[in-house]
């Protein structure tokens, strides 16, 4: 939960225990290894069970952490949790009660085997049942579609307007952008992409870099124009963002393992990310069963 330092301090505040830093470094990264065969099987996890309907939510992106042997690591952390797990706080604000967490530091592959270990058995239950709601990552759609076909897709609508608004603010005078943008943003939830792109035609691009960029979004859109019926979604009553894997990422993986001046070896890493996954997952009782059996 905090760096080693740290907790030889709290270890003294309440517990009157003398220790240091190195030896709860040892005692972690040791449980962290051994952890390493229960999160890399995936097999601690109870099935996946949907009620009436509920949703299966699923999102994943990468986020870099530093390592001392090859410098800055993409991490890949996937989220799951169900609507009955959110808790609307405000208007503007959800809070998700409970998730379930995998994280992989290397390839897509091997983070796409940890998901389907988790969600395959839903799949085949409840197929239009499970929302997968990610950034536009070309090996994400790719697993989706080839795996999970039945299932429904959505596009981040805040990355989608990140995509538009990048063409609008080279293409729109600067008095007109925060306007014409929230007028897109109305449009694109209330009457779907289509209008969208009647809006945008409509701007002049009297250069051939406009031009050019004209045509990149465009493409960007027709690649995901089916992940992107956002009036639908929202009759439906479903999620259109992804800030939750988003907000992820600082929670379980930042918080402990992106602070001021920290480079891991790769083998503290992937210990430290066992740890994480499994504690904000639900499942440290895991790690104090190990605790148990090495005393």
């Known amino acids: 939960m905090d760096c080693y330092e740290r907790g030889s301090e709290i270890a003294k505040m309440l517990l009157n225990i003398n220790t240091n830093d190195t030896a709860i470094y040892r005692i972690t990264d040791t449980i962290g290894e051994q952890s390493l065969a229960i999160s890399e099987n995936e097999n601690f996890r109870e099935p996946v069970q949907l009620g009436d309907g509920e949703i299966l939510y699923l999102e994943g992106d990468g986020s870099m952490l530093q390592t001392r042997e090859d410098g800055w690591k993409e991490v890949k952390l996937g989220r799951i ?18 998730s379930e967490y995998v994280a992989t530091l ?40 080839a795996t999970y076909p039945k299932a429904t897709q959505i596009l981040d609508f805040y990355h989608a307007m990140e ?27 209330e009457n779907g992409i289509e209008e969208v792109l009647k809006m945008l035609e409509k701007i002049p691009r009297k250069s051939k870099i406009k031009e050019e960029k004209y045509q990149t979004l465009l493409t960007y859109i027709t690649h995901n124009k089916g992940r992107m019926d956002y009036p639908k979604y929202i009759q439906l009553g479903l999620l259109i963002g992804s800030g939750a894997i988003e907000s992820a990422h600082r929670t379980v993986l930042q918080k402990r393992m992106k602070q001021s001046g920290q480079r891991w070896s790769i083998k503290g890493l992937k210990n430290m990310i066992s740890l994480r996954v499994l504690k904000m997952s639900g499942y440290w009782d895991k790690i104090t069963d190990l605790v148990k059996n090495a005393a």
């Not at 949790?81 to 409970?98: G, P, Q, T, V, W």
């Not at 995509?163 to 939830?189: C, D, H, P, Q």
Request: glycine fraction near 4%; charged fraction near 35%.
């Open 81 to 98: 949790f169900k609507s009955s797990a959110i808790s609307h706080d405000s208007e503007n604000r959800n809070c998700i009660k409970s």
């Open 163 to 189: 995509n538009i608004g990048k063409y609008v603010s080279f293409s729109v005078a600067k008095s007109k952008r925060t306007e014409y943008m929230e007028k897109i943003g109305k449009a694109l939830k």
């Open 106 to 145: 290397g390839n897509h592959k091997e983070f796409e085997i940890k998901m389907s270990a988790i969600i395959d058995d839903a799949y085949e239950k409840w197929k239009e049942r499970l929302v997968f709601i990610n950034d536009g990552a070309r090996w994400q759609w790719n697993w989706i579609d």
